[in-house]
């Protein structure tokens, strides 16, 4: 898209083969799986029915809307709900200069057995400036129009091969006669495993394709079907010029690969930027035979594939596993249901740009008839939630920005007033101690997090010897931050702690630099010095998007904490408690 030849770079990273994700992050999403919020769910008496399907696609003879390259589609699933409203399930990846493409990104949604499940399929071509950009944070309207199908969930399902190809047409049905190709739908059901496999792949005595240099290759990794063909799991980033790569470690779990007995299809493909990549070899070996190529630190040969059996050309270009680990993934809910704790901490924001607390339009007004302000609101609401994960439902609870009883402007002072204890039992402590500050507070600033951040992970830290801990920083504000680079500064020293930090934003200010601290733009926030955030920890919650039924409050503060409670958890090799203890008495 965009009248010229694709920027290639981003579609020579790889795809599917990162350490599994506990969640989808791709979008706001209800009809995907997010162990959290059902752990929720289910402790409130909600057992829904469903069963967890994840959705793969492939299209035929799209339209081509570029000049001097083809298109560059990428598939966004949609739910239409009763009220007709569309809400988005997830996005595939984007593949570059691609009429005939073949996705490796799922897209997961829960078929509910009672429920007619109305889904939206629209194909997008992905304007080149974007490329390198995660396809989360896309704006579709500044992405070309390919194509859209529509369908109920259950006729994928009830088909033999789970797999029904629709015929895209234009928006709301339009475009005439004109040819929008077609979007084929395989669901698969998802395997429940903790089982993952870490494997390193090395390639020698590659056949040259190129004429003025050597390829540049990759492998792509499909798994058989009992239906037939093959579905795409992942991909290798490609490695310039080089007949003899080594590519990094690939991370694929059970719910991929299936079993270590499931034929996998691995093909070796020569990139070229204009998406016409050359299948130059592929061969077929299953995960236990790749264990068993590293075990016996042996090679084996690509062929040609022919139609007629038994005629395919073998190949000099080998395969190798350099690297073969098992892995158990843990889930968190094996974590929190183990006896990990979950311990919250909340600062709310009393900065002079909330306005007057005496006047109705400030945020910080307290009505007289009980009609609850902006933080209440998001004290009461998201207190319920943080307060079912809290072990034991006492908060330390701090402000920020306002001026004390002693005079003083204060970045982090104690919410109920006294001097040596911060922690308030409950949502309805922190409201009272909410209260009792609006009262005793003058709104003062400037807006700084980086003295609560600091305090946050003073905290955390100090827990690091017991190894049972996790904890949560909310912070509710208005949006406008003063020390930006100061926050960062913090965030990113927190950043190997085992913390998380909730920005709830309240009122109708611009919330650009939260989204910036949110960092969903897959750039790791970096600090003054140049050192770069270990993890993501922020996420950012606008509370009038919950407000106005976008997102549910539960979606939207647990959408992102499972992956970042399990990114810490995995990086620092922490099991859940129970498989430590097995561990500790099983034999050696």
Request: contains cysteine; aromatic residues 8%; negative net charge.
């Given at each position: ?73 990428m ?22 200069n ?7 990104q ?7 057995f009672?429920?007619?499940?109305n ?5 997008y ?26 369908c ?47 494997i ?50 690939l ?92 311990n ?58 306002g ?5 003083t ?21 922190i ?104 993890r ?10 919950v ?42």
């Amino acid at each position: 898209m965009g009248g010229c030849f694709s920027d290639v770079r981003g579609g020579k990273d790889a795809v599917g083969g990162d350490l599994p994700r506990p969640t989808e992050p791709n979008a706001n999403n209800d009809g995907a799986h997010n162990d959290a919020i059902e752990f929720f769910y289910r402790a409130h008496g909600a057992y829904p029915l469903f069963t967890q399907l994840e959705l793969s696609f492939s299209a035929s003879k799209l339209l081509d809307l570029d000049v001097t390259s083809k298109s560059d589609p990428m598939v966004v699933v949609y739910l239409k709900k009763n009220d007709g409203k569309l809400e988005e399930l997830g996005r595939t990846e984007v593949i570059l200069n691609n009429l005939n493409p073949v996705w490796i990104q799922k897209v997961s949604v829960a078929y509910q057995f009672e429920t007619v499940q109305n889904l939206i399929f629209r194909v997008y071509d992905v304007d080149t400036q974007y490329h390198n950009v995660p396809v989360k944070t896309l704006n579709l309207r500044d992405q070309e129009f390919l194509g859209e199908g529509s369908c109920v969930l259950s006729e994928i399902v009830t088909k033999q091969n789970r797999s029904l190809t629709l015929t895209l047409k234009g928006k709301n049905g339009q475009g005439g006669l004109r040819n929008f190709g077609t979007l084929t739908v395989h669901a698969e059901e998802t395997i429940a495993s903790r089982s993952a496999v870490e494997i390193k792949f090395r390639c020698a005595h590659l056949d040259n394709k190129d004429l003025f240099s050597k390829s540049d290759p990759f492998l792509r990794i499909s798994r058989t079907v009992e239906t037939g063909g093959s579905i795409p799991i992942c991909k290798t980033e490609v490695v310039d010029n080089n007949l003899n790569p080594t590519w990094k470690p690939l991370c694929l779990s059970m719910q991929q690969f299936g079993s270590k007995d499931t034929p996998l299809v691995i093909e070796w493909f020569d990139f070229n930027s204009n998406g016409n990549h050359i299948l130059i070899g592929k061969l077929q070996k299953s995960v236990a035979d790749l264990e068993t190529l590293f075990k016996e630190k042996s090679g084996v040969n690509f062929f040609i594939p022919s139609s007629r059996a038994g005629h395919e050309k073998v190949l000099k270009g080998q395969l190798f596993v350099d690297q073969f680990c098992e892995k158990e993934q843990f889930s968190f809910v094996d974590y929190i249901s183990s006896g990990f704790e979950l311990n919250f901490m909340v600062a709310v924001d009393f900065t002079g740009s909330n306005g007057d607390p005496r006047k109705p339009e400030s945020l910080h007004y307290i009505d007289p008839y009980g009609r609850l302000n902006s933080y209440q609101q998001a004290i009461t609401e998201v207190g319920q939630v943080i307060q079912f994960y809290d072990a034991d439902k006492s908060f330390p609870a701090w402000g920020f920005g306002g001026r004390t009883a002693n005079g003083t402007v204060s970045h982090c002072f104690n919410l109920n007033g006294n001097a040596s204890e911060s922690e308030v039992v409950g949502v309805e402590g922190i409201m009272a101690a909410y209260d009792s500050a609006v009262r005793n507070v003058a709104l003062s600033g400037p807006t700084l997090f980086g003295l609560v951040v600091n305090r946050a992970a003073e905290i955390a830290a100090r827990s690091l010897s017991s190894n049972n801990k996790y904890y949560v920083l909310l912070i509710i504000t208005d949006g406008i931050l003063t020390d930006l680079q100061e926050t960062k500064d913090a965030l990113v020293r927190a950043s190997n702690l085992p913390l998380s930090i909730l920005i709830v934003g309240v009122g109708n200010a611009d919330f650009k630099q939260m989204e910036i601290l949110d960092a969903d733009n897959g750039q790791r926030l970096e600090s003054s010095t140049g050192r770069i955030a270990m993890r993501d920890i922020v996420q950012f919650v606008p509370m009038r998007d919950v407000q106005s039924g976008q997102i549910s409050v539960v979606q939207g503060l647990l959408e992102e904490l499972p992956g970042q409670l399990l990114s810490y958890m995995r990086s620092m090799d922490i099991k859940p408690l129970i498989f430590n203890a097995a561990a500790q008495v099983s034999p050696a």
